[in-house]
């Protein structure tokens, strides 16, 4: 089950750009579940995290006002990646 359940969220991670919620949904686990398991794919190094800033590092509501509430409490979200290793989980990558 373990390693249908990375594979799936290495599936997940190369195809789109869902919330934790949603890929939590869609792989039957909860969101702390879910969580665990990408401590862990990270921890064994097929995924990275990586924060990628705002586009306006100054505010993080991304419409760049000048009264921005959310400056000092709203960090830029992490996003993982796949890394080589997470790669070669996929069929068809070439790297199998």
Known sequence: MMAG???AIARL?????????ACASGLG???E??????RLMEQQDYLARVTRPYPDESCTCRHCCASCCRKTIAPAPAIFVLTEKGERLLPGTGNA
Request: net charge neutral.
């Open 29 to 31: 686990l909860s969101r």
């Open 33 to 38: 579940q879910l969580e665990d398991r990408l």
């Open 13 to 21: 991670l190369r195809d789109g750009s869902l919330t934790l919620s």
């Open 5 to 7: 359940t990375t594979a």
